[in-house]
């Protein structure tokens, strides 16, 4: 079957030859004019109350071992190979709830025995026992620090700027080991 002839190429139409106009002169001296819009958009992002950071995205798991957990997940899923006393969690939770930005609290031994109505001595041996496995420990008398990777989700930034603020050694200084359990017929 024979196909249509092609028509040769045409010439475009005449059309109106004109410049386009020049843009208006810009101050760009030296990245000027860059820093300027720069600026009016940073107010413009603060009018609207927006924020504006340069710090690397949070990384939202550390893992621990093996498992797909972050660090603070596997502390609170294997707090009970401590053996902790119930004085002694209840002291922790006590602490949990009430430390400040520095995972600092202030109280005593005599005011914590009063609300969970026993002995000071009893709180003393549950502090004791929160100090040997670096939960929380005492920075003067009636002020204690709970560990940095208990009181605060792992890589939050609050946890971060903590421990920048406390420095590299807290967390080897304060190293929080998690028992292994041996089962009872494996003995």
Same mark, same amino acid.
């Given at each position: +079957?024979?196909?249509?002839?092609?028509?040769?190429?045409?010439p475009p139409a005449k059309a109106a030859v004109g410049l386009t106009p020049a843009p208006a002169p810009q101050d760009t001296i030296d990245?000027?004019?860059?820093a300027r819009q720069l600026l009016t958009k940073l107010e413009e992002l603060a009018r609207k109350g927006g924020t504006f950071s340069t710090n690397a995205p949070i990384k939202p798991y550390?893992? %621990?071992?093996?498992? *797909? +957990?972050?660090t603070s997940q596997a502390l609170q899923e294997n707090l009970w190979k401590f053996?902790?006393?119930?004085?002694?969690?209840?002291?922790? /939770? *006590?602490?949990?709830? *009430?430390?400040?930005? /520095?995972?600092?609290?202030k109280m005593?031994?005599? @005011?914590?025995?009063?609300?969970?109505?026993?002995?000071q001595s009893k709180i003393s041996r549950s502090i004791g026992q929160l100090t040997k496995?670096?939960?929380?420990?005492?920075?003067?008398?009636?002020? %204690?620090?709970? *560990?940095?990777?208990?009181?605060?989700?792992?890589?939050?930034?609050?946890?971060?700027?903590?421990?920048t603020k406390l420095g590299?050694? @807290?967390?080897?200084? %304060?190293?929080?080991?998690?028992? @292994?359990?041996?089962n009872e017929?494996?003995?």
């Open positions: +079957m024979a196909q249509p002839q092609r028509r040769s190429a045409q990245g000027v004019e860059s550390a893992f %621990y071992g093996g498992k *797909h +957990m972050s053996g902790f006393s119930e004085t002694a969690r209840n002291v922790l /939770d *006590h602490l949990t709830v *009430h430390h400040d930005e /520095d995972a600092l609290t005593t031994q005599k @005011t914590l025995a009063s609300k969970f109505g026993c002995s496995h670096n939960f929380a420990w005492k920075e003067r008398p009636g002020l %204690y620090r709970l *560990h940095p990777l208990y009181c605060y989700r792992w890589g939050s930034v609050k946890q971060r700027r903590l421990l590299k050694g @807290t967390l080897t200084k %304060y190293e929080i080991v998690i028992p @292994t359990v041996r017929a494996s003995r």
